[in-house]
C-alpha cells in the first residue's frame, strides 16, 4: 500500500481505531463498538492481547484497506459526488 493511503486511511480512522507497529506484529486496539465487532466478524483466525487484536504485519494493508472502505466515507470526487450518479434514484424500480 503506498504511503499516502496509510496517512489517508489512519487519518480517517483515527477515532476508531488504532495501529500500534510492534516489529513482528501489530496491535490493531479498535476505539469504538462497531470497529470491534467489524474486527470479530472480519478476522480469523483471532487473537486478542489487551483489547487489541493481534495481527502479522504482512496482513495490515488488507486490514486497513477494509477498516477505510467500511468506515471512512468516500471522498467527493472533482464534481462534488461520492460514486453515485446524480440521477440514479430515478432508474430504481
Same mark, same amino acid.
Given at each position: 500500500?503506498? %504511503? /499516502?493511503?496509510? $496517512?489517508?486511511?489512519?487519518?480517517?480512522?483515527?477515532?476508531?481505531?488504532?495501529?500500534?507497529?510492534?516489529?513482528?506484529?501489530?496491535?490493531? %486496539?479498535? =476505539? +469504538?463498538?462497531?470497529? *470491534?465487532?467489524? =474486527?470479530?466478524?472480519?478476522?480469523?483466525?483471532?487473537?486478542?492481547?489487551?483489547?487489541?487484536?493481534?495481527? $502479522?504485519? *504482512?496482513?495490515?494493508?488488507? =486490514?486497513? $484497506?477494509?477498516?477505510?472502505?467500511?468506515?471512512?466515507? $468516500?471522498?467527493? /470526487?472533482?464534481?462534488?459526488?461520492?460514486?453515485?450518479?446524480?440521477?440514479? +434514484?430515478?432508474?430504481? *424500480?
Amino acid at each position: 500500500m503506498p %504511503r /499516502d493511503f496509510w $496517512e489517508w486511511a489512519e487519518a480517517g480512522l483515527k477515532d476508531l481505531v488504532m495501529f500500534q507497529y510492534d516489529g513482528s506484529v501489530v496491535l490493531v %486496539r479498535p =476505539l +469504538h463498538a462497531d470497529v *470491534r465487532e467489524w =474486527l470479530q466478524d472480519n478476522c480469523a483466525p483471532q487473537v486478542w492481547f489487551g483489547g487489541a487484536l493481534v495481527c $502479522e504485519p *504482512r496482513y495490515a494493508d488488507a =486490514l486497513l $484497506e477494509g477498516l477505510a472502505e467500511d468506515f471512512i466515507p $468516500e471522498p467527493p /470526487d472533482e464534481y462534488g459526488t461520492t460514486g453515485a450518479e446524480p440521477f440514479d +434514484h430515478y432508474y430504481d *424500480r
